[in-house]
Each structure stands twice: as structure tokens, then as C-alpha cells.
């Protein structure tokens, strides 16, 4: 079975060294954040994720049942008392207002504990990850009493959300979708439609559920323009907050599927009951995209997660698997073999998982900084400019983060022979867990469009020019500074090429609209793996300046230099794949593809 321990020492690394966040928080006005409670936090998420979480995981993964008669899903064993533990320990409230019963932490801080769920157990993981979305969209975009009402049961952890966007007819292009809303007497609307692949649709771990339906109104135009949100919990709830009988909508099934077995997927289906619209009408997309942001952040701390757990055990198992002799000759020669981790390939791979690791943790933890800084900034410029940063890095992190993590559960994996595939060790669960990441929440190719269409070529660039900006603000800090020479030079030149190949697309898309997707997915990963190296160079410099040990500061050093060498020059091939148009994608008719 596989273990997981939270990477405490390389989270307050990021947090505190690299991205000095206790004293942002203070700049933002989190009196409440002090380096104290901040710790107390990421020791306590450390262990509930490590003792109670992680040994559920292999249990979950015997998967949710069904009962057709009473439409009701029960969760794995464990994993209800694990949810109570979460709620009585507050950590479903723990960046929410306090005015809705929350801890008013800072938003980062919900990084590192998504970061240590995911790890120890990600099918039940997405249970209150949909909950922080319908949190963030009813805050956002719901009227003053849709906020009394459910936002308080909600960051308690007595109710539990979901997102019910996808319909059997449609994933990624929500323009097409059925589901209608008809307009009753009393203001409230009449919900009805089935809605398919609902994560925590139907379960046993809270009083009531909350789901937000995208559905269509009668007058609505056709198209993504037509789509309207409404909030429809499973127990009717009244304007004053009662709570009334069940509510015309049910379970149909659960589908049965590759990874993620112990998170309830559900098909649903809503029989005119009654919702209130959330936002204005017509407008539902741009509220939903308030949750597909924040899920699509948390989605990338799932394959993070995963690719942490994964490392670990390959780690461990690598230093004690004895097979064969190191090339040079034998490093332990009082032992039948040497340990497989001295073998120049095995280090390839745990190499390559590692500074993924590290570097996409910063990633992530970023991205957060940034949200804080657009909610708590005292300057209206700083605000927006943090706004456009982070919807810039959101497709980065989501597309990368979930790749990089069925990337490092394969290597993992690969690190155990044989035995890898074999179920007892833990680590296929984790391989078969990472597959989803890259599909919910708009598929790797989602991003990639979103990043290159909507993120770059529709503000010019916008996103990219503030983040190329503090890399050069980075690089001219550190100018001449000896020990970091060796990547702040090829980190510059990354920069000057990514504006180059960024020009050139969108030059080209001006005359022939499939280069822009044409280019995405290159696009995405190169900007991936130059943030990453970004993220490097900024470890390095922050561990020589910490008065952390020679060890510490040693592995950082050393494992920027593997992701230089061996990771970041996959931006050649990316920047290949940019630059080759799309004329060798569009040109074989489909009708040639094959029989
Ligand atoms: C386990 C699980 C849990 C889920 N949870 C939820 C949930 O809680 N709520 C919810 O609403 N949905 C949920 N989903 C649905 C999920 O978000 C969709 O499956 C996903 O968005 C893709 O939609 P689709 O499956 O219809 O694929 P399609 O949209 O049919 O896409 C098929 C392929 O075509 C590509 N494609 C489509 N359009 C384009 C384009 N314009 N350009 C380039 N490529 C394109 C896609 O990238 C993909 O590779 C879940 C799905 C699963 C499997």
C-alpha cells in the first residue's frame, strides 16, 4: 500500500522563503495570519491529511454504492466519520469570511491544506472541493440572502455543493445544453433536465446538498449567451433559511470508472424543482466561471498532490530495491545488489518527478498569493494587475499540474518494475486516480485554447507581459550574482523567446483563426516549463539566502540544475510544435484519417 507524509520542511520553503508570503499577508491586512498560526495550520493539516485521510485511501477505492430504490449513495467506509473530523476541525470554513462562520484565512492558505488532501486521498478530496466553488460563486455573484442562506451551512460543512454544468449531449460546449428553467409564482423557477457526471450529486456526508445548475430560460437566446444559473439544494430551502421537504430532483446511477472511485460521479435528474436564479439571467456562464476558476486551481493541486504521494514512494522503494550492480562497479558491495537508485535512468525518474514537484508546488502557491492580492490589495492597480496575472497562470497551472501528474504517477509507477501494476503496492490506484485531472473542469485542450485565445491573443497579451515582467525584474535583481548565473542567463533567454513565439502566433492567427489551436497545446507547456524554470531559479537564490542547512540548500540547487539539463529543453520541441502552423494539422481530409 502506499504512504504519504505532508512535505511540511518544502511547503514553508515555498511559502515563507521563496514567496515570503507571512509577510504579504501582513502587508494585506490578515492580522489573524501570523507565522504562528500559520504553522499551527500546516502541522495540524499535516497530520488529520497523513492519520486519518491516507489510510482510507485504498479503502475508497473500492468505490461508492448505490441503491436504486432509495436514489441514495453511500461513500466508503471511513469515509463520512473522516468528513465529520474535517468539519468539527473547521477546515471546510478555514479561508472563508467570518461573517459566513469562516476562519478568514488567506486564500494561499487553502493551497497547501488542497495540496495534503489530494495527496492522502483524492476521491474524497472532491467532496469539499465543490463546496469552496458554490462558496466562492454565491459570494460573487448570489443576492444578499442567497448568501445568508446557504453560504453559512455551507462553510460549516453542514451542506456540501456541486457544479452541474455537463449534460449527455454536452461536455465542453455548454452553448448546446437542455436543461430549462421555468419561471414560477413566487420567483423561484422550476428546474428541469438531467444532468450527467455530477461529482458529489448524491452521498451520505452532509444534511443537504447544493447544487448550482446551469439551465436555460424560456426567452433565452440560443447559444452560451442563453445559459443562466440557479441554485437547487436537495432539501427545498425557503428565503428565511427553513429548510424544507426533498426537492424535485434525484440520483439515476454512479458511473463506474477508471480512478477516483470512492468520489461519488452521478447522474441527476431535476423534475421541476425549485431553484432561484443566481446573477442575472442570461448570465449564468460568467458565475460558473467564478467556480470553474477556483476548481480549475484545485484541480491542478490534485495532480500535484498525487505526483508528491507518488515521488515519496517510488523515493522509498528505490533506495531499498536491490537489483544489479551500479555501472561503475559496485557502490555496496557488502549487499547482494546495489540499490536501484543509483542506476543513472531510475534517477531520471525520480529527477524528473522531483523538480516537477517542487517547481509546480511554487506554481500553485502563487497563483493563490495572487488571488489574496486581488481581493486585499490596498491599490486598485496592484488589485487588477494581480486579477490579469492570475487568469493568465489558472489554464497554466490546471493543464500543467494534472499532466505533469499522470507524468509522474507513470514514472512512479515505472520505478517498482513489475510490481508497480501490481495492486498491493498502491501505485497504479494512483496512476489510474491521475487520469481524470487532466479531463473535469475543461480538458487539457480546454486550457490550452483558453490560455492562447481568451488569456493572451484577446487582451494582447496582457497576462504574459506582467508575468515576463517579474522574471526580468527577477533577473536584473540577481545580475552578477555569481552562484546564480547559470540559470538566470538561459531563464532570460526563455523569456525573450516566449515573447518572440507569442508575437508570431498571434501575427499568424490574424490571417487563419486554427493557428491559435493550432499552437495551444505547445503553447501551454512551454509556458508551463519556463514558469517552472522561473520557479527554479527563484529556489535557488531564496535557499542561499535562508539559513537552512547545506544539505537543504544542496538538493535544491542541484535539482534546478537536472530541470535545466533535462526538463526545460522539452521547450524546444514545444516551440517547435508553436512554430510548425497549422497547415500539417488541417490539411488531410477527414475523410482520409483512415477506415
Ligand atoms: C469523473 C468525472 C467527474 C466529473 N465531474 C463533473 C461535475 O462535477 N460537474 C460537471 O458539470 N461535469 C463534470 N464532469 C464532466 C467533465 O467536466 C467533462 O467530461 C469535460 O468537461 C469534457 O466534456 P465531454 O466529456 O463532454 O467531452 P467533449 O466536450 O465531447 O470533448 C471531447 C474531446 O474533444 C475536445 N474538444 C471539444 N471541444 C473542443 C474545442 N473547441 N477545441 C479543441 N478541442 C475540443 C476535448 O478536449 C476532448 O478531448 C466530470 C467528468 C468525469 C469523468
Known sequence: MSTYTAPLDDIRFALYDVLAADALFARLGYTDATRDVLDAVLEEAARFSSSVLAPLNAIGDQGCVFDKASASVTTPPGFKQAFDQFVEGGWTGLTAAPEFGGQGLPHTMGVPLNEMVNAANLAWGNFPLLSHSAIDALRQHGEDWQREVFMRPLVEGRWTGTMCLTEPHCGTDLGLLRTRAEPNDDGSFAVSGTKIFITAGEHDLSDNIVHLVLAKLPDAPPGPKGISLFVTPKFRVGRDGAVGGRNALRCGSIEHKMGIKGSATCVMHFDGARGYLVGQSHKGLQAMFTMMNTARLGVGLQGLGLSERAYQNALRYSRERLQSRALPGARFPDKPADPIIVHPDVRRMLLTVKSLVEGSRLLGLHAATLIDIASHADDAGERERADVLVSFLTPVAKACQTEWGVECTYHALQCYGGH?????????????????????????????????????????????????????????????????????????????????????????????????????????????????????????????????????????????RFYFARILPRTLMHAAGIEAGAASLMALDAERFGA
Open 420 to 560: 508497480g501494476y501490481i495492486a498491493e503496492h498502491g501505485m497504479e490506484q494512483l496512476s489510474r486516480d491521475a487520469r481524470i485531472t487532466t479531463l473535469y473542469e475543461g480538458t487539457t485542450g480546454i486550457q490550452a485554447l483558453d490560455l492562447i485565445g481568451r488569456k493572451t491573443a484577446a487582451s494582447q497579451g496582457a497576462g504574459l507581459k506582467l508575468f515576463l515582467a517579474e522574471i526580468d525584474g527577477f533577473c536584473s535583481a540577481h545580475d552578477g550574482n555569481a552562484t546564480l548565473a547559470e540559470f538566470i542567463s538561459p531563464l532570460r533567454a526563455k523569456a525573450t523567446e516566449w515573447a518572440g513565439l507569442t508575437q508570431r502566433v498571434l501575427q499568424r492567427a490574424a490571417g487563419d483563426a486554427d493557428e491559435l489551436g493550432a499552437a495551444s497545446h505547445d503553447y501551454v507547456f512551454y509556458s508551463g516549463y519556463v514558469a517552472l524554470a522561473y520557479w527554479w531559479a527563484r529556489s535557488v537564490a531564496a535557499a542561499e539566502a535562508s539559513s537552512r542547512g547545506e544539505a537543504f540548500i544542496d538538493a535544491k540547487r542541484e535539482t534546478a
